[in-house]
């Protein structure tokens, strides 16, 4: 068995175990905020704050490797900057969605034009613009524009969440690190479900990256034959 | 049942669809590529 093989079966073990936990942890363990007037719905905040995480998480390794193949022009970094653009996109897909679903029992309404949740909408367009740009743009400076793309996406990805701190909105201003923040057992729990998250990212990450790299060879070998 | 349970359930449903579906994408787009460069090398090998 090759070494990689084997630790992405160990990340996938780990990934499988850490969310499951996560999942027993928000279902079973945790109690609902007595402060919420949403309910147990108020749960949803154990998934949605860590998909964000993941998601900036992705768009910073787009960002470097952005800026490092800007600098460098070398294929990996763009590679990896695609990769993590795919990943943080399907993860800003699910905290919009969860985001909606959870604003209807705490807001009464389904979405508003608050600065958090209008800049996260058009973080979400940003690197729809990343992807057409990529795939429609002609070959030979494709990279270079969806590289400008996601540091624009960077600046926006910043404004997403520094937006419920500098403009008091219909959006929660943030719990954690603050005073009377989030109690023990909710803290412990909030923790558990971003390090699950993480983990599952960067499996993620290996298996695009691998997927990337077998497609790349394809192509190069169909070329040479041709 | 709980207060506004559905919408947890929701959220955790669309969470679990959304990413089943893009790992079963991955791994779908990993076995053609994977099957797509045995038969280059394989075609290769013959030419050789």
Redesign the interface.
């Given at each position: 068995m090759r070494k990689g093989y084997s630790w992405d079966n160990v990340l996938f073990a780990a990934s499988f175990f850490l969310l499951a936990a996560g999942?027993y942890l928000v279902f079973m363990w945790v109690p609902?905020s007595a402060t919420s007037l949403?309910?147990?719905?108020q749960?949803?905040f154990y998934?949605?704050v860590p998909?964000w995480w993941v998601a900036f998480l992705g768009y910073l390794v787009t960002f470097v490797g952005s800026v490092t193949y800007l600098a460098k022009g070398t294929d990996k970094w763009d590679n990896l900057a695609f990769c993590a653009a795919e990943i943080g996109s399907?993860f800003v897909?699910?905290g919009l969605?969860?985001g909606v679903?959870?604003a209807?029992?705490a807001w009464d309404i389904w979405w508003t034009w608050d600065p958090r949740l209008t800049t996260a909408l058009v973080l979400w367009f940003i690197y729809i613009g990343y992807f057409l740009v990529r795939a429609y743009a002609p070959p030979s400076q494709a990279r270079n524009f969806a590289s400008v793309i996601s540091i624009i996406g960077t600046l926006d990805s910043f404004i997403v969440f520094m937006a419920i701190r500098w403009w008091r909105t219909q959006h929660p201003a943030p719990l954690i690190g603050t005073e009377g923040g989030l109690d023990p057992s909710m803290l412990f729990t909030f923790l558990f479900n971003l390090a699950a998250f993480t983990v599952f990212f960067i499996l993620?990450m290996r298996?695009?990256t691998?997927?990337k790299a077998?497609?790349d060879?394809?192509i190069r070998?169909?070329q040479r034959?041709d | 049942m709980?207060?506004?349970?559905g919408?947890?359930f929701?959220?955790?449903l669309?969470?679990l669809v959304?990413?089943f579906a893009?790992?079963y994408r991955?791994?779908r787009?990993?076995r053609k590529?994977?099957s797509?460069?045995d038969a280059?090398?394989d075609?290769?090998q013959k030419k050789d």
């Open positions: 999942l609902t949403e309910g147990i719905a749960r949803i998934f949605h998909l399907v897909t699910i969605v969860t679903i959870w209807k029992p993620l298996v695009r691998t997927l077998t497609q060879e394809v070998l169909s034959d | 709980e207060k506004n349970f919408y947890l929701a959220a955790y669309a969470i959304i990413i893009y790992v991955l791994f787009a990993q590529a994977q797509d460069l280059l090398k075609r290769r």
